[in-house]
């Protein structure tokens, strides 16, 4: 995005157009609304947090629609919870501004489920296509169910087809279009995408592989007791099928309604290469299982122990309701903990960043002239970079320092009019170790590191070595393997922090090439 905008930043092997897997459309359409600001010439570090705002607004937007078509399809209460269960999630929290194609898919995906349970189905079909052609491929198996729908149920084969073709003219057409002008030659990034990721030998493995139970921990630290429920939902429905001839509608759509969320579980969850905003696009899900399965169980409840029958009809004035604020009250605590001590423990990268930008102005600390490169170093750390946005200006570099990492790490964009079609040189796809990425550590003005007890010869102690730097900023970090599993995930006040253990993330600034500057 920063290069889009300004000419200058980071390229990954995904976007050589040796491999082409990623799509310049997609950063393109998120661009409109930064280069009216950019017009006005306003801090970068602004553009950052104006897209994300943009794009809370965007989820919010599709999460009302949504919540609309969980209404007609399952009534006011379970749409009610479900809200609740978003509005106050963990995951939705982090996944609602991300800017990521995996989020992007996230919004189209309750775009197409509210509308497919709002019977507009052609609105369901461009939001499926726009999702998998714009976004991320794959969350097209999330439209599986709703083409049974339509094809087998409704039978509407030639209004399917139809839909479909107009899809692709509306999205397919322009992305090849955008996609082929940036690389300068024919790309069909989604296609491209598939391809790597099942049809290559070794696919995303290379990136590291976790166990079966990743997803599971993952789910439940952002959803807490809701992803539990969420999985309860089918079951319960059968019981309450059983126990209440009324409910035997909404169970048998149930089914069919949750089925999208198996199918993702069953294709991600059985892949040995896992991250966590693989499971962004499900997330709705998991509110809307879990809202289905509390107020399922509410009303079974009802249905055996309530002595009045006319109180059983998920009432809320049902004596068996303190289980919807029992489970509402456990939910909302816990996400509320997960993201303060998200916050507590893990804000420290974007302080020193911020702290950067500050001193960059300040020429009493930063004493190089305007014009002059400053190079600002990282090592372990590269991971945790935000973006070149939060560089203070175009003559800021971040630069890499070796490390303990044997893996590829971005280059910068040729310079120039060709940049993006220009072919990058040491770049591969296998995640091989490209020591052309690394920068000399003597050149360095700035370092930003983590200061950690253990050291090796790669990752020293930056901060130990006073006659070469000087601490100008440092923030506390949670120093997560050395902290109790618990507490590190969940805020207890005035407990947490008696298990959990913190250290310094610092902004360095080199003695040696200041005093260099200064003669």
């Not at 997609?26 to 950019?38: G, T």
């Not at 992007?104 to 461009?126: C, E, K, R």
């Not at 439940?220 to 319960?236: E, K, Q, S, T």
């Not at 790490?409 to 060709?418: A, E, F, N, S, V």
Request: proline content about 5%.
């Amino acid at each position: 995005m920063h290069f889009i905008l300004f000419g200058s930043g980071f390229q990954t092997w995904e976007y050589s157009p040796v491999y082409a897997i990623r799509s310049y459309a997609y950063l393109a359409l998120h661009s409109f609304p930064l280069r009216i600001y950019n017009i006005l010439n306003v801090n970068k570090i602004f553009l950052f947090y104006f897209l994300r705002c943009i794009l809370g607004i965007i989820c919010a937007l599709a999460e009302l629609y949504f919540y609309k078509g969980v209404c007609k399809q399952f009534g006011a209460k379970i749409g009610q919870l479900m809200l609740w269960l978003m509005l106050f999630s963990t995951g939705m929290f982090i996944a609602c501004s991300s800017f990521l194609p995996s989020s992007f898919s996230m919004y189209l995906t309750m775009v197409a489920m509210g509308a497919w349970f709002l019977n507009n189905t052609h609105i369901a079909i461009l939001a499926v296509a726009a999702s998998a052609i714009i976004g991320w491929p794959f969350s097209a198996a999330l439209g599986i169910p709703i083409a049974c729908d339509i094809l087998v149920r409704q039978k509407k084969t030639s209004y399917f087809i139809y839909w479909c073709v107009i899809a692709l003219v509306l999205f397919l057409v322009p992305v090849v279009i955008i996609d082929s002008y940036y690389y300068d030659k024919l790309v069909i990034a989604p296609l491209n995408i598939i391809m790597y990721n099942i049809f290559t030998e070794h696919g995303p493995n290379i990136y590291g592989v976790e166990p079966f139970s990743f997803y599971f921990l993952n789910g439940f630290l952002n959803f807490n007791v809701a992803f539990l429920f969420a999985f309860l939902c089918l079951p319960i429905s059968l019981l309450l099928k059983v126990s209440q001839k009324q409910a035997q509608n909404s169970g048998l759509s149930l089914w069919l309604s949750m089925s999208p969320m198996f199918i993702w579980i069953f294709i991600f969850f059985t892949r040995p290469h896992k991250e966590e905003r693989f499971l962004y696009p499900i997330y709705p899900f998991f509110a809307l299982g879990g809202a289905v399965a509390v107020i399922y169980i509410e009303s079974t409840f009802c249905t055996y122990f309530s002595s009045k029958k006319a109180t059983c009809n998920l009432s809320f004035n049902c004596h068996y309701r303190t289980v919807t604020v029992v489970f509402t009250t456990v939910f909302t605590l816990l996400s509320l903990s997960r993201i303060f001590q998200l916050y507590e423990g893990y804000h420290a990268p974007i302080d020193v960043y911020l702290e950067l930008n500050q001193i960059a102005g300040n020429p009493d600390i930063h004493t190089l002239s305007p014009d002059k490169s400053v190079n600002v170093c990282v090592g372990k750390e590269w991971y945790r970079f935000p973006n070149s946005f939060f560089l203070p200006d175009k003559n800021w570099h971040l630069r890499f320092l070796q490390s303990e990492f044997k893996g590829q790490l971005p280059k910068p964009y040729y310079p120039g009019p060709d940049s993006t079609s220009t072919i990058p040189s040491h770049m591969n796809n296998m995640n091989k170790e490209e020591p052309t990425r690394y920068f000399n550590v003597s050149k360095c003005h700035y370092l930003i590191d983590l200061d950690i007890p253990t050291e090796t010869e790669l990752e020293p102690r930056y901060s130990e070595i006073i006659n070469e730097w000087k601490i100008l900023s440092s923030s506390k970090f949670l120093h997560s393997s050395k902290s109790h599993r618990i507490y590190r995930a969940f805020y207890i006040p005035f407990i947490s922090r008696n298990h959990c253990t913190y250290v310094n993330y610092n902004l360095l600034i080199s003695l040696r090439n200041m005093k260099t500057s200064q003669n």
